[in-house]
């Protein structure tokens, strides 16, 4: 099977510090696959990189749409990249405070859709029921993350359990064929993070490929289908869930060298 | 309620703005006579009006804070969200209506009920509501802080006074032009600062500002330096002989027609797909990348898109006072036009055609207190960002409504 996404050799330099080191990663189509690392280790330096917000020093990001026709993605704009079908969320939430929840998920529909200048003035037919549609379809992907009954809220306002939930709706709205979810449980509390789960798996099943970094590690082993661990910016393992759970690098950069003689 | 602490500040503040008022309240010179007059009484008014101004303010204050520390411990019950008065009188069909309509009726016959000179502030007025409208797409809607926007209302000035004179140009042809020209420069401009953001954007476009002015300023042979040009003709009507009062008034309703047509616009792209991108550009440049969003071209269509308004203007300023030249294109006026924009409400159309019209309208009027005008206006500015930092009217954003099915 061809990977839908796949990074080879990734490495990214600032100034004299190498913050990703030759980094090689894959996700397959359908499947939800965990980045996870200690504090540090270029998880987020590595989404950034991926949605060409940082420019990579070296490497390759190749990403490939089920009807085939592989796509370089290095170099590109942060625009272009969520054209070709990468979405993400933030660690930070990064919504658009000031505006409605349905008008945060209706700018996910902006790269999809076309009406200019003239269009927006003079109201043409086209436009209208463009308009329409970008509206329908962001409304039924908030009733889809139980956002349905807040649209016309002040997405400030809302819980921050929503607004996390409201950073995936926007990414969805863009037709991602991966979707890149940097700590999506980070502050949540259990009954939320339970949510969360389902609602990955939801997203999962609608043939969606998903890439998660995530700390919340009874989260990462119950969704994941693959994992990659990181640390100092080089990939120090991967496997399955439990693969991952007895390597001993990984048990050692999480806690340590030597525990037993402490 | 007031403590003795408050009393005493309250004089501290009394007795700083008796000194900072000092040299303009108390002392008159009298050149011909030779003589200064100490006008004391003022001092005391001064002293007097700020403590008491102080105290009052604090009271306020004060029991405001109680009432929320009340409704924190749960003494007191929250009192049920209050629309706003601005958002009741906007969004209750009932209410703005005939408000409106009202609103439509004076304007439509304000020459005839006032004079020409009236006629004649009310339409510089108007200019500066569709300036205001301008400039608020470019910082109210798309939040880049542009402070040289006066430029593009020297292009549009400019470019019918000199196409006028050279190639005998009429007011209508020139019109589209002026406010394609600006909108050119708007592009030109916008491209060597599409990676700037707030200050530093600011200082750009200031500098930007001031080298139109500049440019018009020592070229000569191209823009006839400090003099300016003049008999410039005003817009024509089917090349009817209209005397000075009769164009005044023509000018006036071209000028409504023009605020008109660009609320209109102005309204349709705030709400459309553009309108979105600059207010996301506005929230969040990175989020909104990342959400597909084409940061270059949505900075340019903003300013492309606000120039184009003040070059508009810029046709009809100089169709206006027939006479153009670099002293009307100060940092002052860039500087009112953001007043308007921030006093009225950053992104809110009703805010800022407000604004302007009380700040353009507020120092004619206040030319009963002669020498003082400047000096309430900017007190109207300050209290006004104090108490009300959001604007005349916030921004409200559409809401939809949406069947269940």
């Known amino acids: 099977m061809t990977p839908v996404l796949e990074v080879t050799g990734l490495t990214m330099d600032f100034g004299g510090i190498r913050a990703l080191d030759r980094l090689d990663l894959r996700v397959n189509p359908g499947e939800i696959v965990a980045l996870i690392g200690p504090n540090g280790a270029g998880k987020t330096t590595f989404f950034n990189c991926l949605t060409g917000l940082y420019r990579p020093t070296a490497g390759d990001l190749l990403l490939t749409p089920p009807d085939g026709g592989t796509r370089r993605l290095n170099g590109l704009k942060p625009n272009h990249v969520t054209m070709q079908g990468l979405a993400r969320t933030f660690q930070n939430i990064r919504l658009f405070p000031n505006m409605t929840v349905l008008e945060n998920v209706m700018i996910g529909r902006h790269c999809r859709t076309r009406a200019r200048v003239l269009g927006a003035i003079f109201r043409d037919r086209r436009t209208r029921q463009e308009e329409r549609e970008i509206v329908a379809l962001s409304v039924s992907i908030l009733k889809e993350l139980g956002l349905g009954d807040m649209i016309n809220e002040f997405a400030k306002n809302l819980p921050y359990g929503a607004q996390r939930r409201l950073e995936i709706a926007r990414a969805l709205a863009t037709d991602p064929l991966v979707l890149l979810l940097d700590e999506p449980a980070a502050g949540m509390n259990p009954q939320e993070t339970r949510e969360l789960d389902e609602l990955i798996r939801r997203i999962r099943d609608k043939g969606l490929s998903i890439l998660l970094i995530e700390h919340d590690m009874k989260l990462v082993m119950s969704l994941s289908d693959y994992i990659f661990v990181m640390d100092y910016g080089k990939k120090i393992a991967e496997g399955t869930p439990e693969e991952i759970r007895t390597n001993p690098a990984v048990i050692k950069a999480y806690l340590g060298e030597d525990m037993d003689d402490a | ?405």
């Open chain 2, 1 to 405: 309620m007031i403590s003795l602490k408050d009393i005493g500040k309250a004089c501290i503040i009394a007795l700083w703005f008796v000194a900072l008022t000092f040299p303009l309240m108390v002392i008159k010179v009298n050149p011909i006579d030779r003589i200064i007059i100490w006008r004391w009484h003022n001092m005391l008014w001064v002293g007097l009006g700020s403590f008491l101004c102080y105290l009052a303010g604090r009271a306020w204050l004060m029991r405001r804070e109680i009432r929320l520390r009340r409704i924190r411990q749960g003494l007191e019950a929250e009192l049920p969200q209050r629309t706003p008065l601005s958002r009741r009188i906007i969004q209750d069909p009932v209410i703005h209506r005939p408000l409106l309509a009202a609103g439509a009726l004076f304007f439509l016959i304000f020459p005839l009920l006032f004079s020409t000179y009236q006629t004649n502030i009310m339409i510089t007025a108007l200019m500066y509501v569709v300036l205001g409208l301008g400039l608020n797409i470019v910082v109210g809607v798309a939040g880049l802080l542009d402070l040289g926007y006066v430029a593009f209302y020297a292009v549009g000035a400019y470019a019918y006074a000199l196409l006028n004179l050279h190639f005998g140009l009429g007011f209508w042809t020139v019109l589209p032009i002026g406010g394609l020209l600006a909108a050119t420069f708007g592009i030109l401009l916008g491209f060597p600062v599409l990676r700037l953001r707030g200050d530093y954007l600011a200082i750009v476009t200031l500098g930007f500002g001031e080298i139109i002015r500049l440019i018009l300023e020592n070229w000569n042979e191209f823009s006839h330096g400090p003099s300016g040009i003049s008999n410039i003709p005003r817009p024509g009507f089917f090349g009817i002989q209209m005397s000075l009062d009769h164009s005044i008034t023509y000018l006036y309703y071209l000028m409504i027609a023009m605020v008109v047509f660009t609320i209109f616009v102005v309204n349709r792209l705030q709400n459309s797909r553009i309108g979105r991108a600059w207010f996301a550009l506005r929230e969040d440049e990175i989020a909104c990348q990342a959400m597909g969003i084409d940061k270059t071209r949505t900075k340019l269509t903003a300013f492309a898109l606000g120039a184009f308004w003040a070059g508009m203007v810029g046709v009809i300023f100089a169709a206006k006072t027939t006479f153009v030249n670099p002293a009307s294109f100060t940092f002052l006026e860039s500087a009112i036009i953001l007043c308007i924009v921030v006093l009225g409400g950053m992104g809110s159309i009703v805010g800022v055609i407000i604004a302007a019209l009380v700040l353009i309208l507020l120092p004619e009027y206040l030319r009963a207190f002669s020498e003082y005008r400047m000096l309430v206006f900017g007190a109207v500015l300050v209290i006004m960002m104090v108490f009300r930092p959001q604007g005349i009217i916030a921004n409200i954003r559409k809401t939809y409504r949406i069947g269940i099915d």
